[in-house]
């Protein structure tokens, strides 16, 4: 019997900055290297600002592939016949813009996270994205690392009983006070501060071990939370919010912080089960380390065991692999990071801004 080709996935790359350049170097790697020999990833196009910015990008990151086409304009890229999936990777708060005209030329979409600046945008972009008939993905690439997808059987399968408390942290010490005011963690005009940048990953694990868990039945929980400001600009530098899921057949709290101005805790995440806990050693955007800890009924640890992972690359490219499987089979959403999960994200973020008077300035916002 014929072997079956690998599914061949053409990308446009809009914009040229960090995460850019770390999405691009994984889309290089091997895809065998991961067990991945069903999808490739082929670079078709970069656009950046400028096209001596998306050249120099083609040459550093891209190794110089002469095949992959600068352009100084995002809009080229949408526009381009031989991209048939684009990655927007500009600061928070020009996602909804990117990916809308992304969509309007009936492109896939993976966009960075925080998705969008708010939830208005977010429900604009799934109106635009059905109409379009595109697939449409948050590259929240947590959800897909193998330690994740792991401790997710382990939740759902009960081994440890029933999630009751969890907490996780993200913190990036940014140096604040030597920053310029203008980098986008500081800048209210790019969306800055902690909750936008690194509450997405806290909440992941939330969203991952209690949201999605089968006895939650996609219940949505009350939200509480508290924010700290910096002087600096006004952006928050400490948010926690703790989400409480109350189903008829689960009762659990998350307890969720970050922060711009202190390391990472470890460990990132713990999830406090019935029958055992789970340690997530950070970092928790892309963890290797697990401990699982049984307990006996008086909670003393009974068994202990503790799980490593490793992989070539950064680990960018599982939610690619997620993009090029879904479009292959013409879904228009992924059915492990679907819409409700982001929109719900989006729901919580925009409450808590809420609670805490959190506003960005007139404009940035693009649907209110
Ligand atoms: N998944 C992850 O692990 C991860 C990690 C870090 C950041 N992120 C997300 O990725 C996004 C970008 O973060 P980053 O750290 O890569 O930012 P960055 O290094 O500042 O790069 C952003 C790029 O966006 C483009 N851009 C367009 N308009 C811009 C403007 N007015 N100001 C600044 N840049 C503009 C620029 O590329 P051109 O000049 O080429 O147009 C710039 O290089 C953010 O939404 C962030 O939350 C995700």
Redesign the pocket.
Known sequence: MAATSPFVLRWGII??????T?FVTDLLVDPKSRDAPDVVHKITAVG???VE??QEFIDTVAGGDKSIKPYGSYHDVYADKDVDAIYI????T??YVNALDAIKAGKSVLC???VTTNLPELRALHTAAKEHNVFFME?M?TRFQPLSLEIKRIIDQGALGDPVVLHADLSGNFDIHNLPLTH?ILDPA?GGGALL?LGPYPLIWAILALYEHPKNNSTKPQISSSMLKTPLTGVDSNTSFTLNFTSSSLSAQAILTCSINLNAPNPGVIIRCTRGTIIIEPPI?CPKVYILQYHDDSGKIVREEKRVFEYVGGG?HFPADEVARCVRDGKKESEVWGWDKILLEMEIFDTIRKQNDFNLPPGVEKVL
Do not use: Q, V
């Open positions: 914009s040229t900055g960090g995460i850019a770390k950046s600002r400028s910015k998306a990777g500009t600061p928070h020009f996602h960075e996270k925080p590259a690439w986008r790019l940048d955007y960018w």
